[in-house]
Every structure is written in structure tokens, then in C-alpha cells.
């Protein structure tokens, strides 16, 4: 049962290689988010999906960050040329309806995170 | 301002005393409000959800929404040292694509 899986669990990197996050989202769910989420801090949105459709990057902080959803369901989160401020863990969430959905049907179930280390 | 805003803590109460948390939010439109948990190292795990004014009882939580005075909050009742984790309010502004978190507020319940 599933519900949403991410890979790899840990990730430690040296400074200026490329990394990738795949998100597993509960199957059927149409919205998918990444979030970064700092020590301390809450989840910082990053991007969201509607299906294969990314509708919002808002959240990217710099164009070394890239997402994508290509089918509509399993979503890679790609950092090029990591720096240390990229250390963090990145969270990914599933929801069952669109943005801007409600009637109750619009909670966010979160993956375990990938915690990424940039050395 | 922050869109959420939550008390870091930490907070501290023994075993089976009441824990409250609290937390507001600056967008007076938003329509959803979630209180997730979150164990250190662990991801958010949802707790309660509310979308209406007043009370919404699951067991030992009770989430509380009062959307004049923009705020939530999360009472535990009977609180057990299994509550102690860091506990996240989030808000859905109904209006763009992200909910916003607070910082959470971490509390330790005492045995």
C-alpha cells in the first residue's frame, strides 16, 4: 500500500555534481509537490504538478533546480552542480485532487524525504 | 510577516496534562488547515484537518478553528511521551498551488 515513496533516502554529494530525487506519489492522485525543509524550519515549497503539467516553480531557488513529471506519476527532482546551501532534506507530497479543490479532499501525504548532504 | 506563524517552543508538560498549540495565519481567505506531526527525522504525518469554524475532535486532538481571529490550534489531551515530536501547522490559502507551513512547534511531554 502504498503510500508515497522517495529515492534514495540519503544522498551526500560533493559540491558541483548533479543530483536526482525520484518521488513515488500514491497511485491516482493528480497533485504533487516538492519541498525543501531546512533544519528547524518547516517544508519551503519548491514546485507543484497538476498531472504532467508543472504549474507552479515558483519555490526553485535557482536555475541549477529542475522537476519533472513526464507521465503524470513518478516525479525526479534533478540538482545540478549542488552547492552547500543545497543541504537539506527534500520532501515530496501527493495529493488526490488539483489545487484550488477542496470539500476536504485536498490533504498533502508526505514521502520519508531524501536528506541530502553537499560536502 | 510570515503567511503561518506557530511558537518554536519548546514546549513542556508532564504525562496525561493537556498540551495546546497554537498558530495563525496572515491570509484571511484561506480555506483549509492541517496539523501534521513530525518526529525528528522523520517526514510530516497528518494529525487533524478542519475547514470549518469551531471544534473537531479525533480521539485525544482537538483542532480548533477560528477563522475571525485567524487562528488554529491543536489540543492534546492525556498527552504521552509518545506525543513528543515537532508538530507542523499548514495552511491552504485556496488561492495558487502551495500550502504554508509554520516552523512548527516542538513539544516534550514528560513521563
Known amino acids: 500500500g502504498a503510500g508515497v515513496s522517495q529515492s534514495p533516502r540519503y544522498k551526500v554529494a560533493k559540491r558541483g555534481q548533479d543530483v536526482a530525487l525520484r518521488c513515488d506519489p500514491i497511485?491516482?492522485?493528480?497533485?504533487l509537490f516538492w519541498y525543501q525543509q531546512a533544519l528547524g524550519q518547516g517544508p519551503e515549497f519548491l514546485t507543484y504538478?497538476?498531472?504532467?503539467?508543472?504549474?507552479?516553480k515558483s519555490g526553485l531557488p535557482s536555475d541549477r533546480f529542475f522537476a519533472e513529471r513526464p507521465e503524470g506519476s513518478v516525479s525526479t527532482l534533478k540538482i545540478q552542480r549542488t552547492q552547500q546551501e543545497d543541504s537539506a532534506v527534500y520532501l515530496c507530497?501527493?495529493?488526490?485532487?488539483?489545487?484550488?479543490?477542496?470539500?476536504?479532499?485536498?490533504?498533502?501525504?508526505f514521502g520519508p524525504g531524501t536528506r541530502l548532504t553537499v560536502l | 510577516q510570515k503567511e503561518v506563524e506557530q511558537n518554536s517552543g519548546p514546549l513542556s508538560v508532564p504525562e496525561g496534562a493537556i498540551a495546546s498549540l497554537n498558530c495563525t495565519y496572515s491570509?484571511?481567505?484561506?480555506?483549509?488547515f492541517f496539523w501534521y506531526r513530525q518526529y525528528s527525522g522523520k517526514s510530516p504525518e497528518l494529525i487533524m484537518s478542519?475547514?470549518?469554524?469551531g471544534d473537531k475532535e479525533d480521539g485525544r486532538f482537538t483542532a480548533q478553528l477560528n477563522k475571525a481571529s485567524q487562528y488554529v490550534s491543536l489540543l492534546i489531551r492525556d498527552s504521552q511521551p509518545s506525543d513528543s515530536a515537532t508538530y507542523l501547522c499548514?495552511?491552504?490559502?485556496?488561492?495558487?498551488?502551495?500550502?504554508?507551513f509554520g516552523t512548527g512547534t516542538s513539544l516534550t511531554v514528560i513521563p
Open positions: 499548514a495552511v491552504n490559502p485556496g488561492t495558487g498551488n502551495q500550502f504554508y
Open positions: 507530497a501527493s495529493s488526490l485532487v488539483a489545487t484550488g479543490t477542496s470539500g476536504g479532499r485536498d490533504t498533502q501525504y
Open positions: 491570509d484571511r481567505g484561506s480555506q483549509s
Open positions: 504538478f497538476q498531472n504532467e503539467a508543472q504549474l507552479d
Open positions: 497511485s491516482g492522485h493528480v497533485s
Open positions: 478542519i475547514y470549518s469554524n
